[in-house]
């Protein structure tokens, strides 16, 4: 089998809750040794950082199991936890790739891809890429026959 290139959903932004929720616990901390709070108010607004970073575990958790693949003239997109969905698309039958971004997104350099088909496949949604014009372009070159382009991870 020939890889041609795997993309999955970044760590930028579940990092980025990460350190917010850490950020969050120790000043609730700070302001509650401060303003000698009672451990049970200083429990209770820990609960917004706890609550955040669950948040933040089950989101990288969640990204392992999502995966686009494109290899042997297909692309393969794998997702779930418990229920796995494969969807297989020909290559050839590709007809146009959309890359959307938020504000803060092209600040991250991340965004989601839209993949578009031909047939009954209709569209093929990802979301939270890692440069997704680089990825969608070279989808598009793949399905054009163009040159295999470098790993994109």
Same mark, same amino acid.
């Given at each position: 089998?020939?890889?041609?290139?795997?993309? /999955?959903?970044?760590?930028?932004?579940?990092?980025?809750?990460? $350190?917010?929720?850490?950020?969050?616990?120790?000043?609730?901390?700070?302001?509650?040794?401060?303003?000698?709070?009672?451990?049970?108010?200083?429990?209770?607004?820990? &609960?917004?950082?706890?609550? $955040?970073?669950?948040? &933040?575990?089950?989101?990288?958790?969640?990204?392992?199991?999502?995966? $686009?693949?494109?290899?042997?003239?297909?692309?393969?997109?794998?997702?779930?936890?418990?229920?796995?969905?494969?969807?297989?698309?020909?290559?050839?039958?590709?007809?146009?790739?959309?890359?959307?971004?938020?504000?803060?997104? /092209?600040? @991250?350099?991340?965004?989601?891809?839209?993949?578009?088909?031909?047939?009954?496949?209709? /569209?093929?949604?990802?979301?939270?890429?890692?440069?997704?014009?680089?990825?969608?372009?070279?989808?598009?070159? @793949?399905?054009?026959?163009?040159?295999?382009?470098?790993?994109?991870?």
């Amino acid at each position: 089998m020939s890889l041609a290139f795997t993309v /999955r959903p970044t760590t930028k932004l579940i990092r980025a809750c990460y $350190l917010l929720a850490v950020l969050m616990a120790i000043g609730v901390l700070v302001v509650g040794r401060r303003y000698d709070l009672a451990a049970e108010t200083q429990y209770a607004l820990l &609960a917004l950082p706890a609550i $955040l970073l669950a948040g &933040a575990l089950w989101r990288h958790f969640s990204r392992r199991f999502v995966k $686009l693949t494109v290899a042997d003239g297909r692309l393969r997109y794998q997702s779930g936890i418990l229920n796995r969905t494969i969807r297989t698309l020909e290559l050839s039958r590709i007809q146009d790739v959309r890359c959307d971004q938020t504000i803060t997104e /092209r600040l @991250l350099g991340i965004g989601d891809i839209t993949i578009e088909t031909a047939g009954e496949f209709g /569209r093929l949604h990802v979301e939270d890429i890692d440069a997704p014009q680089r990825v969608a372009e070279q989808i598009l070159d @793949l399905s054009r026959g163009g040159a295999k382009p470098a790993a994109a991870s």
